[in-house]
């Protein structure tokens, strides 16, 4: 018996040195044609390979229009962005790319969040902080917002308990009533997404959870927050026709949770 548990633990710690060193996926989801679009999220300061060149080599062999990365390029402690800076030049030499904060870049220190913004501006991302952009594309218009929302929707008084909501009025404070058209939103934090639809993205982009660092049977197990079981953890969830885009990001301890790129058609 110890002979079977023995092994059981090394095949175990083996799969999770794979996938955590060496593993890489892209999934693909088709909801249309015409306008390829590369999901990124959370890479916080993670390197695939050199100068982050398997990451990259998988992005550009998807020949995206565009880019949407769904925050955390870094972690809050971060003091050297060499990675991050990496991952987003090369991005960015790939197809146009539109970003916004996740919750560690919120929380950056003073001095630190210095630098990472000389960085952002060495690059040619479009960063959107409750801001808008639109992308021009075969005669087609996407208004692309990103939500910089209340960091209390993390963490608040140095805790997970009480954590602030956000609602469809809310949003609309920070970017306004939905335009018409295609609209895509990219707001970092998954748990809202009946209320992105409610204001009326057509496509959000979410990332956050790491698809529960732990998945069991294709469940989520943990979430950034210290919950059991997470919903929207990861994949492509439905309200009335308008589609939370959940990316299992690709920095942080997993385990049956591989890193991934997501490519959308629509």
Not at 110 to 123: A, D
Not at 133 to 140: K, L, P, Q, S, V
């Amino acid at each position: 018996m110890i002979y079977f548990v023995t092994a059981v633990i090394v095949i175990f710690a083996a799969y999770a040195v794979y996938e955590n060193v060496f593993c890489l996926k892209v999934r693909r989801e088709k909801f249309g044609i015409g306008i390829r679009i590369a999901h990124v999220s959370d890479l916080h300061h993670r390197s695939f390979g050199h100068n982050n060149e398997k990451l990259l080599s998988k992005i550009r062999a998807e020949a995206p229009d565009l880019i949407i990365f769904s925050g955390d390029l870094v972690t809050r402690y971060d003091t050297d962005f060499f990675n991050a800076e990496t991952a987003l030049r090369g991005m960015c030499e790939i197809a146009p790319v539109y970003m916004i904060y996740g919750n560690h870049e919120q929380s950056i220190n003073k001095e630190n969040k210095r630098k990472f913004r000389k960085m952002l501006q060495r690059n040619s991302q479009i960063l959107l902080k409750n801001g808008c952009a639109e992308f021009h594309i075969r005669g087609r218009v996407l208004k692309i917002f990103g939500l910089l929302e209340n960091y209390g929707v993390y963490k608040k008084n140095g805790g997970y308990r009480g954590l602030d909501v956000i609602k469809c009025e809310d949003i609309e404070k920070l970017l306004g009533k939905c335009p018409g058209g295609e609209v895509l939103l990219i707001a970092h934090n998954p748990f809202f997404g009946e209320e992105y639809a409610k204001w009326g993205a057509k496509y959000t982009f979410s990332g956050h959870v790491h698809g529960g660092s732990v998945r069991i049977f294709g469940k989520a197990l943990l979430s950034p927050e210290r919950k059991f079981f997470p919903k929207y953890a990861k994949g492509v969830f439905d309200f009335d026709g308008k589609k939370l885009l959940v990316s299992a990001g690709l920095g942080k301890l997993r385990l049956f949770d591989p890193p991934e790129i997501v490519i959308y058609e629509i």
